[in-house]
């Protein structure tokens, strides 16, 4: 299952009416799509992305009552000029980003992206690309590697942890999520004693935004969608971590002094206790909404 995240508050920004043009350049589960599709049917226009074949396919089977609103479009959202321009879309009346990974990525082990499930260290959004965890993990350098680790993880400890994959590929080709978790808990699995996050947490965190290049996209993505919406039609982004919520927070206040947009949430909305209880995955996400002004 993947529920969600911020769903009434995306709603509820969006002022859906019957007819509208929306994209959702990540259908992940379907979860907002679905919601939005009741609010614009008959008549309107879902723009589906995702950059992984798979939600894709998922979604195909979910919106299938919706099959007259949506176009399908399997592609990286830091396209979305092309992507609207192929659709024959010149303008929408609404765009939600929700960054990130799925539930059905995360929990799938044969994906690499969870440190807590054993799997092909792979962590690639769409496996058609080239460079993966494994190649990352085991080709780059350890200076790169403690980059990568420090800048995209914000992990301290980043040197350490670099340092202990190149001793251990030495003996041995780092393959598996297992292996790579094992190799961080020797190294630093001390220095979280005292903390709730895991160990490996930042490290799978920052392996995976630098494979699939993240913060390029959500940069591209966001300014070029904001050129696409009608005057007073709003963009609703969910961030989960603080290097992309401080992107989409500069997009829109550059945007925003430059008049393009008026921003709608001066603060990011969070999820409230009970969301946070019934979802914990939600417990980091941050909604940040803008409105284009002409
Ligand atoms: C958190 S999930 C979205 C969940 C969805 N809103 C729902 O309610 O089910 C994020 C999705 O965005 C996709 N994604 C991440 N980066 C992307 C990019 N640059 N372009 C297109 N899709 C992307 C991922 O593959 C994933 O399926």
Do not use: W
């Amino acid at each position: 299952m993947h529920f969600p995240v911020l769903l009434r508050e995306v709603i509820d920004h969006l002022e859906l009416e019957a007819g509208d043009v929306i994209l959702d350049a990540t259908l992940g589960g379907g979860g907002h799509a679905v919601e939005i599709l009741k609010r614009i049917a008959p008549g309107g226009r879902l723009i589906a992305v995702d950059r992984d074949p798979e939600a894709i396919e998922r979604g195909r089977r979910r919106l299938g009552d919706f099959k007259d609103e949506v176009i399908f479009i399997n592609d990286d959202f830091r396209n979305a000029d092309g992507i609207l321009k192929t659709a024959g879309i010149e303008r929408v009346d609404g765009a939600v980003f929700d960054l990130g990974i799925s539930s059905f990525q995360v929990d799938d082990p044969k994906r690499g992206f969870s440190f807590l499930r054993d799997g092909p260290l792979d962590m690639r959004f769409d496996v058609s690309r080239k460079l993966s965890a494994r190649d990352v993990v085991n080709k780059f350098g350890k200076e790169e590697l403690a980059d990568i680790i420090r800048k995209y993880g914000e992990e301290r400890h980043a040197r350490l942890i670099a340092g202990a994959i190149c001793a251990s590929r030495k003996k041995k080709r780092i393959e598996t999520t297992g292996e790579l978790v094992d190799i961080i808990l020797k190294a630093a699995g001390g220095k979280y004693r005292r903390q709730r996050i895991h160990p490996a947490a930042r490290t799978f965190q920052a392996l995976r935004i630098f494979v699939n290049d993240e913060l390029a996209a959500v940069e591209e993505g966001v300014s070029k969608t904001v050129f696409y919406l009608r005057p007073t039609a709003r963009i609703c982004v969910i961030s989960f971590q603080s290097l992309e919520d401080r992107i989409v927070k500069n997009i829109f206040r550059g945007m925003a002094k430059s008049g393009e947009v008026t921003v709608i949430t001066k603060k990011p909305l969070c999820p409230g206790k009970e969301e946070v209880r019934a979802n914990p995955r939600s417990r980091s996400a941050k909604l940040r909404v803008a409105e284009r002004l002409s």
